[in-house]
C-alpha cells in the first residue's frame, strides 16, 4: 500500500512508531492533490507549506519520545466554511472571497491538538446551500470516481479529497445532507453525528439549528477516532451539550448484530429511486439479517410526506437571519452606494449567488407577519411531529436502514434547473437532520459503471457510537472503499 491510501488509523500508527514520516505522509497527499487537482477542483486553498510545517513538528514530537496525539501526521482538509486563522474562508463566495478570520473554528483546534495536519480548504455550494459543489467561486468540483459527474454537496470537494486519496480525513458541515449524501456519491463514509455533539464554534452558519459538524474518511474505524477528536463540550458553544462522550472507537468491537431490531425504510415506491440503490438498501437488509439482526421493514409517514418543505422553511428562515450580518461593513466584501441601503442592496446584490439570494429573500419573506403564523410557525410543530414519529419507532427499533440519496451522482451542469424538484433529492436525509439525528453514509461498493452505491444508517439521537458499532459490522461484511484513480473508472480495490 503506498502512504496516500492508507487510513487514518494507519498512518497515525506508522507516524508514532517511526515506520515512516509525518512529512513522508504529506508530501505523498500533496503529490496525489499535485497529480489530480487540475481535473477534480476539489480544493479552494491549498496550505502545503503550512501542512509541511505542521508535519514536521510531529515529526520532532515523535523524536523526542512525546505523545503525538491519535491523528499524528494525519492530513486532513476542512471544508471552506471552517474558520481558519489567517487562512482566507471564503464559503466559496464572492461576499467572503478575501476575509481571513482571526481564530481557529473549535474543530480545527481540537483536530490539531490531536496531532493532525491541515492540508488546506475545500469547495463548497455557495454558504453550504446545494446539493453538488457547482455553485463555487472556483466552479464545479468533479467527482473523483467518474470526472464527468458531480461529487455531491454541499461538502463534495470534502468528499472528493478524501476519494481521491489527498488526505485519509475530511471535515464538512451537514445542514440537510451535505456530508451523507457528497459521501455517498464519491463512495466514501461520511457520518453526521447527532446535533449537539461537536461543536459549531467557528462554522460559518447556514442554518444553527441543523449545522453540524461532520466526517468523512474512507473506513467507519476512521469516523470513530475523528468523533473522539471532535465531539466534546464547548463552552463557545451553547447547542453542543456538556455531557461526557462515550469511547467511541469502543463501540467497534460488536462482534455481530444479534440482538439487534433494524428497521429497513419501505416507505416509497421502489419507481421514486435508483433501481441499483434500492438494490443497495435490499442487500444491506440481507447482510444485517445474516449478522443476525432482527429486520423488518418500516416507515416514516409524516417524515416523508412533510420532511422536504418543513426543512426548506426552517432552514431559509435560520439562514436568512444567520446571513443578515454579511452587510458589506462587518466582514468581507463592500461595494459602495449613495445611501447605506444603497451600500447593502449593492452588496448584498452583487457579491451572493442566485441561489443564495433566492434563500436570503425566502427566509425573510417567511418570517414576516402573516407568513410567520402560515409557514414558520406550522413549520416547527411539523418538525416536533417528525421527532414523535421518530421516537415511537426507537421503541421497535435500534436503527434504521434507508437510502441516501434516491439518484447516483448525475453529470455536471445536468441537474434540473427548477428548484423545487433539485430540493426533493434531499427526501431521505433532511428529516433525519430534523430530528437531530445521527446518521451514516455506509459505502456498499459500486456499481458495473464504476460510480458508488451506499446506504444510510440511522440512529437515536446520542446513540451515535452504537450507531458507529452497526455500521462497522456491516463495512466488515462489504469491504471498505478503495481511492479512486480520477479520471479513469475502475473497481474499488477493497470493495468486494
Ligand atoms: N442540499 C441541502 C440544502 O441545500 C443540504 C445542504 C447542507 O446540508 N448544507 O439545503
Known amino acids: 500500500m503506498e502512504l496516500h491510501e492508507l487510513s487514518a488509523k494507519e498512518t497515525a500508527r506508522g507516524v508514532r512508531s517511526k515506520e515512516f514520516s509525518a512529512v513522508e505522509v504529506t508530501e505523498a497527499c500533496l503529490a496525489r492533490v499535485d497529480r489530480f487537482e487540475g481535473s477534480v477542483n476539489a480544493i479552494i486553498t491549498l496550505t502545503a507549506e503550512a ?18 496525539g491519535p491523528l499524528a501526521g494525519v492530513p486532513y482538509f476542512a471544508k471552506d466554511n471552517f474558520c481558519t486563522r489567517g487562512v482566507r474562508t471564503t464559503c466559496s463566495s464572492k461576499i467572503l472571497e478575501h476575509w481571513s478570520p482571526t481564530y481557529d473554528a473549535s474543530a480545527i483546534n481540537y483536530m490539531n491538538a490531536a496531532g493532525a495536519v491541515m492540508m488546506g480548504k475545500t469547495n463548497l455550494d455557495e454558504f453550504a446551500m446545494g446539493s453538488s459543489t457547482e455553485n463555487s467561486i472556483i466552479g464545479p468540483t468533479r467527482n473523483p470516481r467518474d470526472l ?58 447556514y442554518a444553527s439549528s441543523l449545522d453540524q459538524v461532520s466526517p468523512l474518511a474512507r473506513t467507519v474505524e476512521d469516523l470513530a477516532i475523528s468523533m473522539e477528536v471532535l465531539a466534546r463540550p464547548d463552552p463557545n458553544d451553547t447547542t453542543c451539550d456538556a455531557y461526557d462522550r462515550p469511547r467511541f472507537t469502543e463501540a467497534l468491537s460488536l462482534p455481530d448484530l444479534a440482538g439487534k431490531r433494524i428497521g429497513v425504510f419501505e416507505g416509497f415506491e421502489s419507481s421514486q429511486m435508483d433501481a441499483e440503490l434500492y438494490g ?11 449478522a443476525g439482526a432482527k429486520v423488518e421493514s418500516m416507515d416514516l409517514p409524516i417524515a416523508v410526506k412533510y420532511g422536504v418543505a418543513t426543512y426548506y422553511v426552517t432552514a431559509l428562515a435560520d439562514a436568512s437571519s444567520k446571513l443578515a450580518c454579511y452587510d458589506g461593513m462587518r466582514y468581507g466584501s463592500h461595494i459602495d452606494g449613495a445611501t447605506l441601503n444603497e451600500m447593502y442592496v449593492n452588496t448584498r446584490t452583487a457579491c451572493f449567488g442566485e441561489e443564495v439570494r433566492r434563500r436570503i429573500i425566502l427566509g425573510t419573506c417567511l418570517l414576516t407577519e402573516g407568513f410567520y403564523q402560515n409557514y414558520y410557525g406550522p413549520a416547527l410543530k411539523v418538525r416536533q411531529r417528525m421527532v414523535d414519529e421518530f421516537d415511537e419507532l426507537f421503541e421497535r427499533f435500534d436503527a434504521y436502514i434507508l437510502p441516501t440519496s434516491p439518484s447516483l451522482p448525475y453529470v455536471i451542469g445536468m441537474k434540473e434547473t427548477d428548484p423545487n424538484r433539485l430540493y426533493l433529492g434531499d427526501i431521505f436525509t433532511v428529516p433525519i437532520s430534523l430530528g437531530g439525528l445521527p446518521g451514516i453514509n455506509l459505502s456498499m461498493g459500486l456499481n458495473a459503471l464504476g460510480l458508488p452505491l451506499s446506504v444510510q444508517l440511522v440512529g437515536q439521537r446520542y446513540f451515535d457510537a452504537e450507531l458507529l458499532g452497526i455500521a462497522s459490522v456491516l463495512e466488515r461484511v462489504m469491504g471498505k472503499p478503495g481511492v479512486a484513480t480520477p479520471g479513469d473508472i475502475q473497481k474499488d480495490r477493497g470493495a468486494k
Open 51 to 68: 501542512a509541511l510545517g505542521a508535519a514536521r513538528e510531529i515529526d520532532a514530537k515523535v523524536a523526542r519520545g512525546e505523545d503525538a
Open 148 to 205: 464527468n459527474r458531480v461529487p455531491g454537496g454541499s461538502s463534495g470537494g470534502s468528499a472528493a479529497a478524501v476519494a481521491a486519496g489527498y488526505s485519509p480525513l475530511a471535515l464538512g458541515t451537514d445542514t440537510g445532507g451535505s456530508v451523507r449524501q457528497p459521501a455517498c456519491f464519491c463512495g466514501v463514509q461520511g457520518m453526521k453525528p447527532s446535533y449537539g455533539q461537536v461543536s459549531r464554534y467557528g462554522i460559518l452558519a
Open 280 to 290: 443497495a438498501l435490499q442487500r444491506a437488509a440481507g447482510l444485517c439479517r445474516e
